[in-house]
C-alpha cells in the first residue's frame, strides 16, 4: 500500500505562484496515476487535475486550466503541481490521491490521499 505526503503549500499574494509536491512511500508511484484535488471551507472536495502513469495523460478542471500544470518524476517518486497566476478562490487544503485505474476525475476512482497541504491566497 502506497502512503502519500503532501508539501509545498503556503501563503501567497493573488498573482503569485507555488509549487506543490506529493511523495510516494511503500509503493512505487509508477504503479498509480494520480490525481489533485482540493477543498475549501464549506466547499465540497473538487477535482484539480489528474495524470497518467507515464505522465503523458493529463486532465485540468476548466477553472485551473491554463494556470497549473501537473506533472510526475517517476523515479523520485513524486507529483507535482505547479500553480501560477493563483487567484483568492484557489485558497483551500491540497490533496493528492492515487489511483490503479487511470487518470479520473472523480474522487471516489482515488484508494489513496494524503493528509492534505494548505494555500491560502491574499488578495
Do not use: H
Not at 500500500?1 to 493573488?14: K, R, T, W
Not at 485558497?91 to 476525475?105: D, E, F, L, S, W
Amino acid at each position: 500500500q502506497v502512503q502519500l505526503v503532501e508539501s509545498g503549500g503556503g501563503l501567497v499574494q493573488a498573482g503569485g505562484s507555488l509549487r506543490l509536491s506529493c511523495v510516494a512511500s511503500g509503493r512505487a508511484l509508477s504503479w498509480y496515476a494520480m490525481g489533485w484535488f482540493r477543498q475549501a471551507p464549506g466547499k465540497e472536495r473538487e477535482f484539480v487535475a489528474t495524470i497518467s502513469r507515464d505522465g503523458r495523460t493529463t486532465d485540468y478542471a476548466d477553472s485551473v486550466k491554463g494556470r497549473f500544470a501537473i506533472s510526475r518524476d517517476n523515479a523520485k517518486n513524486t507529483m507535482y503541481l505547479q500553480m501560477n497566476s493563483l487567484k483568492p478562490e484557489d485558497a483551500a487544503i491540497y490533496y493528492c490521491a492515487a489511483n490503479t485505474v487511470g487518470p479520473r476525475r472523480e474522487s471516489y476512482e482515488y484508494g489513496t490521499w494524503g493528509q492534505g497541504t494548505q494555500v491560502t491566497v491574499s488578495s
